[in-house]
C-alpha cells in the first residue's frame, strides 16, 4: 500500500508500536529463510527461524497484554525475545528492546527526539551486552548509522524514520567486506569477510517495518 498524503505520522502511539512489532514479526518471516542463509555462511543457522519464532511470541505477547504505555509494551517485547529467541540475538534485541523502554517511560506521543533518546538507549544496551562497538561486522553496523540518520531530522519523524531505514540496509551491506571480531562468525577470522552479518540484516528489517508503520503503508 502507498501513504495517502499527510498521512504518515509525527508521533508514535503505543497502537503504532503494537503495529511496528507485528510489520516486524511480517518481514522477518518473509525474509526467515534469507536470514538463515546468512548465519549458515557465518554462524549456527538459525537466525532466521529463531527470530521468526521470537517476533511471533512478541506479537501474541503484545496482542494479549492491553497495553497503554510504550515502556511496558516494549518490555514486554524484550523480555519475550529472551525467552524465545535463541543464541546471541535474544538477549541482544531482548536488551535493545527492554532499554528502549525504559528510556521512553512516561512519554504519550513519541516524535523524532524522543524516539532517538529511546534508540540511542536499546544500542548502549547492544553494545554493553555484547561488549561490541560499530566496525565489528555485528547487527550495531546497522543500528549506529540509522540512529544517527535519524538525528538529522529531529523535528520530522516520518523523515528521520526513512533516513534512518535507508541507513540500515547501508549499514547492512557495509559489513559484507567485514572481518567478524565479536560473536560466533569471529572464529572464521577472514574467511567471515565476503557475508553480510545476519544481525545487521534482521536489524534493517526491523528499521523497514518502522518506517512503513510511520509512512502508513501498513495497518
Same mark, same amino acid.
Given at each position: 500500500?502507498?501513504?495517502?498524503?499527510?498521512?504518515?505520522?509525527?508521533?508514535?502511539?503505543?497502537?503504532?508500536?503494537? !503495529?511496528?512489532?507485528?510489520?516486524?514479526?511480517? $518481514?522477518?518471516?518473509?525474509?526467515?529463510?534469507?536470514?538463515?542463509?546468512?548465519?549458515?555462511?557465518?554462524?549456527?543457522?538459525?537466525?532466521?527461524?529463531?527470530?521468526?519464532?521470537?517476533?511471533? +511470541?512478541?506479537?501474541?505477547?503484545?496482542? !494479549?497484554?492491553?497495553?497503554? *504505555? +510504550?515502556?511496558? $509494551?516494549?518490555? &514486554?517485547?524484550?523480555?519475550?525475545?529472551?525467552?524465545?529467541?535463541?543464541?546471541?540475538?535474544?538477549?541482544?534485541?531482548?536488551?535493545?528492546?527492554?532499554?528502549?523502554?525504559?528510556?521512553?517511560?512516561?512519554?504519550?506521543?513519541?516524535? *523524532?527526539? !524522543?524516539? *532517538?533518546?529511546?534508540?540511542?538507549?536499546?544500542?548502549?544496551?547492544?553494545? +554493553?551486552?555484547?561488549?561490541?562497538?560499530?566496525?565489528? &561486522?555485528?547487527?550495531?553496523?546497522?543500528?549506529?548509522?540509522?540512529?544517527?540518520?535519524?538525528?538529522?531530522?529531529?523535528?520530522? $519523524?516520518?523523515?528521520?524514520?526513512?533516513?534512518?531505514?535507508?541507513?540500515?540496509?547501508?549499514?547492512?551491506?557495509?559489513? &559484507?567486506?567485514?572481518?567478524?571480531?565479536?560473536?560466533?562468525?569471529?572464529?572464521?577470522?577472514?574467511?567471515?569477510?565476503?557475508?553480510?552479518?545476519?544481525?545487521?540484516?534482521?536489524?534493517?528489517?526491523?528499521?523497514? !517495518?518502522?518506517?512503513?508503520?510511520?509512512?502508513?503503508?501498513?495497518?
Amino acid at each position: 500500500m502507498t501513504a495517502d498524503e499527510g498521512s504518515a505520522r509525527q508521533t508514535l502511539s503505543v497502537a503504532d508500536l503494537e !503495529a511496528w512489532v507485528r510489520r516486524s514479526a511480517e $518481514l522477518i518471516g518473509e525474509h526467515a529463510e534469507e536470514l538463515t542463509e546468512l548465519d549458515a555462511a557465518i554462524g549456527d543457522a538459525d537466525h532466521g527461524t529463531n527470530m521468526k519464532r521470537g517476533l511471533a +511470541a512478541a506479537v501474541d505477547a503484545v496482542g !494479549a497484554g492491553g497495553f497503554t *504505555a +510504550a515502556d511496558a $509494551l516494549l518490555k &514486554k517485547v524484550g523480555t519475550t525475545l529472551v525467552s524465545t529467541v535463541g543464541g546471541a540475538a535474544g538477549p541482544l534485541y531482548g536488551t535493545f528492546f527492554l532499554r528502549t523502554g525504559g528510556a521512553l517511560l512516561g512519554q504519550d506521543g513519541i516524535d *523524532a527526539r !524522543a524516539l *532517538a533518546a529511546g534508540l540511542e538507549a536499546g544500542i548502549g544496551g547492544i553494545a +554493553a551486552r555484547g561488549r561490541a562497538t560499530t566496525g565489528e &561486522k555485528t547487527m550495531l553496523d546497522a543500528w549506529s548509522p540509522a540512529l544517527e540518520a535519524l538525528r538529522t531530522h529531529p523535528d520530522d $519523524l516520518a523523515a528521520g524514520v526513512a533516513a534512518a531505514a535507508r541507513a540500515a540496509a547501508e549499514g547492512r551491506d557495509a559489513t &559484507k567486506p567485514m572481518v567478524a571480531t565479536k560473536g560466533r562468525a569471529s572464529y572464521l577470522g577472514e574467511r567471515s569477510a565476503g557475508h553480510i552479518d545476519p544481525g545487521a540484516a534482521s536489524t534493517a528489517l526491523l528499521l523497514a !517495518a518502522l518506517d512503513d508503520v510511520v509512512a502508513a503503508r501498513t495497518v
